[in-house]
């Protein structure tokens, strides 16, 4: 049994990853890799098997819960969730009201934690380089190829939560920036906001079957090509920030299911285009925001490694 002050200090390595995974850009994967419970949490996850079903059917719900390292998971888990549903309606508030401002932030985040992840990369060679530049191409194009919203079916929302969670658990990238690439990112945030439950079962199933299916692979990739790995993150993310750029024309529009009419196809344009188009480009404020990510992530970093047991 651990004592009280290390279920503490766990819940809150828990609100620590909840409150990176929520804002594109941030990964709770970082956060655990740096509070040095990243080991131990792939360890838990991919001891959810064969063999811990087994135990459960017969009925042994001590053994499993000590193979699963299932205190470890739900104090984990429970810090997260409680991170996520917190902060859900800020964020959503800020998407509707302060666009612009909230784009600044993030654009700020994901460029400060792309040059972070590729501080982790030992050795640069061809390889690494090839791969650097290979995931920045492909976020780019991804990022131009998928329309700003996507379809609002559950198996959409299954497939955004198996490919989020996974990107949640890989130091350097965030489910929520997956879900941004895949246009789902507001409509899970609204879903977590509105307690809206077909959805987020919908959406934590997904999560967890991408867990138990991706982990292992996840695990194998950084321990055997770490180097590659972070490269292909970073450059990913770096390829993305085509993604959250505050300042966009809008060329294509679409009707939702509540009527309202919503951006389908996008334009990267400069602030002083934005005002031409009739719109206030609020850059100062951009400017603030921007910096205000960059120094978020710096603290969160300082912030983790004094959590670190």
Known sequence: MKPLKEFIALFLKGVGMGSADIVPGVSGGTIAFITGIYEELLTSIKSVDITAAKLILKGDFQGFWIKINGGFLITLLFGIGVSLIS??????????????????????????????VSRDIKQWNVTVVVF??????????????????????????????????CAMILPGISGSFILLILGKYHFIVNALKEFNIPVLLVFILGCITGLLTFSRA????????????????????IGSLNKVWPWKETLLTFVDRHG??????????LPTTFQTLGQEPHLYASILFFTLGIALVVIIEKAAKGLKK
Do not use: C
């Open 218 to 237: 996840i695990s194998w990739l950084l321990t055997r090509y770490r180097n590659i790995t972070f490269a292909t993150l970073a450059g990913f993310m």
């Open 87 to 116: 902060l859900a309606r800020i964020i959503s508030y800020l998407l509707e009201n302060h666009p612009i401002q909230l784009w600044s932030f993030f654009f700020g985040l994901i460029l400060i934690s792309s040059l972070i």
């Open 132 to 165: 650097f530049i290979l995931g920045i191409l492909s976020a780019y194009f991804l990022t131009k190829a998928v329309p700003t919203e996507t379809p609002d079916n559950y198996f959409l929302i299954f497939i955004s939560g198996a490919i989020a969670i």
């Open 260 to 269: 309202e009419s919503r951006p389908l196809v996008e334009d990267n344009v």
